[in-house]
């Protein structure tokens, strides 16, 4: 049986107001010390995705410019836990400010890392049963985040890589991880 790794030291080399980068220090199983680098968020305790699926069944995607990509990305509402909440009162709070829809059922799908090489960053995914356009007050209560221009897709379940497909023909890009949530929410659904 192989020695576990063991980090040795951990070095922030930079950090912005958003991100930070590390330097790892780290024993490998042969007892070589090697360095890595990676990022991780600043204040932030979780990040959270959410596959809202309305009570007609269907499928909320939104649409958005992402800068480090120069291009539009079609995803699923996701956001940081970066206000002390539980990780569902964030994927609530990040369905409402993304989409315009609430849910009374959130349900815990998957956790696990987004990019293990590069980045801390941990999803908690979870499922939005019956969402439903949410009332004024809420939507008062939080709003679209200024520096976010999202557009709000909806397209059947059934059909949802057909929707997928006219967008990247028209030249978005598509997260890939929106493929294996689609399926992990027909499997939940019973689809």
Known sequence: MKKPLEILNRKTVWEGNFIRALLL?????????????????????????????????????????????????????????????????AARRELIEETGYTSEGLEFMAE??????LSTEVLT???????FPAPPDLIKKYPVDETEEIEVVKTPLASAYDTI?????????????????????RQRIGI
Request: charged share 30%; net charge neutral; proline share 4%.
């Open 125 to 131: 995914v979870f499922l939005a049963r019956d969402a």
């Open 112 to 117: 696990g890392p987004v990019s293990s090489g």
């Open 25 to 89: 220090e780290y024993k490998n199983s042969r007892g070589d010390i090697r360095g890595w680098e990676a990022v991780e968020r600043v204040n932030c305790s979780g990040i959270v995705v959410i596959i809202p699926v309305t009570r007609q069944g269907d499928l909320l995607l939104i649409r958005q410019f992402r800068p480090v990509l120069n291009n539009y990305v079609l995803e699923f509402p996701a956001g940081l836990n970066d206000r002390g909440e539980t990780l569902v009162d």
């Open 165 to 185: 497909e006219k967008f990247r023909k028209k030249g978005d890009i598509a997260d890939l991880k929106i493929y294996g949530f689609i399926e992990l929410a």
